[in-house]
């Protein structure tokens, strides 16, 4: 349950003033909840005052780059530099539009470390007018989002790998299941299975699972004989393919009368 508070009445002294409202009670949970918070990413911030052309980067923006603060001049060159070749030519008139109009901007590309790494980062700014006097500087952040990717990769990596193994374990069953039934060596076994695959044109993962389908269906608690394994393999056919006694798939249309 949130530990949100209601908002509570403005309070007034004894001498007529108002008191500031207490302040609503919430915890770190309940703030982590609310704005999505999860992979902790480095983020820096940087400001260009356009009429002098005058950068400034905090120290994380050095930091993702690979520079320490006192290695490089903060500009349009050394951020070029940085920038992967595959993404230099791609150019984003947000910043432009941002700058114009004063709207909020957000952009992403890739970088390359002092050590050769390939960072991606995101770039968000806003073009501000700043007080009177002053002139117009673009402001924002750089968020450098590779943890999130590399957790992105690797949760997709692993579902390949389960699938896999998967896959691996009920070709391994049905051939357990040839060895055990035919007294044939794994070597043979894999040869049955292979060439009903073909036979239909599947991929060996789809055959198996039909074969132990039909198997499942034949046996009831039996088991399983030469002919019903025979049976099994050569029911394999392709996905999709219509049965022949489905007579609503093979049913001829019939011609419109003129």
């Known amino acids: 349950m949130s530990s949100f508070t209601q908002p509570q009445p403005t309070l007034v002294d004894d001498a007529g003033g108002e008191l500031a409202p207490p302040s609503p009670g919430f915890s770190a949970g309940d703030l982590s909840r609310a ?40 500009g349009l060159e050394a951020l070029r530099s940085r920038k992967h070749p595959d993404d230099r030519s791609r150019v984003v008139r947000a910043a ?7 709207r909020p901007f957000a952009c992403a590309h890739r970088i390359v470390d002092r050590k050769g790494r390939t960072r991606s980062v995101v770039v968000t700014g806003q073009g501000s ?14 968020v450098d989002v590779t943890p999130v990717q590399k957790e992105a990769l690797a949760r997709r990596s692993d579902g390949v790998v ?8 009920m070709i391994e069953q ?27 044109g599947v991929s060996l993962r789809l055959a198996a699972d039909q074969v132990m389908a039909a198997l499942r269906a ?12 025979d049976s099994a393999l050569e029911a394999v056919q392709p996905v999709g393919r219509p049965r022949s006694h489905d007579p609503l798939l093979t049913r001829r249309p019939r011609k419109l009368q003129s």
């Open 35 to 74: 704005l999505g918070l999860g992979t902790n990413l480095l983020v820096g911030r940087y400001s260009v005052e356009l009429a002098s052309g005058t950068w400034w980067w905090s120290d994380e923006v050095y930091t993702m780059h690979g520079w320490r603060r006192d290695e490089v001049e903060p």
């Open 96 to 102: 432009g539009e941002a700058l114009r109009l004063g």
């Open 129 to 142: 007018q700043g007080p009177p006097g002053r002139s117009p500087e673009l402001v924002g952040y750089v």
């Open 162 to 169: 389960n699938r896999a193994f998967v896959s691996q374990a």
């Open 174 to 200: 049905v051939k357990g299941v040839i060895v055990a039934v035919r007294g044939v060596d794994e070597a043979a076994a894999t040869d049955a299975l292979v060439a009903a695959a073909k036979g239909a």
């Open 218 to 229: 034949s046996e009831h608690g039996a088991a399983v004989t030469h002919d019903m394994l």
